[in-house]
């Protein structure tokens, strides 16, 4: 499995357990978006502290799980970005768009909020 879902008291948290997001595992990540949606789940965070490299397929998902949360009045962070990947999401001005902290415990501490 290359994701892990937690269910917190606050939110849901999807902790990727891949060195590379793109385009082959991408699709697998946004059909666990689509299914916490579909159970409304609306607060999401992505902790991307295990992955050093995201492609557009990546951020194509992030930005789905952003408008999900979105739509259904929620909230989503994006937390523990490796410096490659900050530097992608940086790019393409994502970081302007985005709730991104440094780690987990900084984005459910703010999730609880």
Known sequence: MNYFIENHE??????????????????ELK????????????KIVIDLSQSKYCDSSGLSSILIANRLCKDANGQFMLSGLQPSV?????????????TITKDLPEALNLMAK
């Open 86 to 98: 900050a530097k992608m999401i940086s790019i393409a001005q994502l970081d302007r768009v985005l």
């Open 10 to 27: 606050h939110c849901s948290v999807i902790t990727t357990n891949v060195a590379k997001l793109d385009a082959s595992n991408a699709a």
């Open 31 to 42: 059909s666990e978006l689509l299914l916490l949606n579909k159970n409304n789940v609306n």
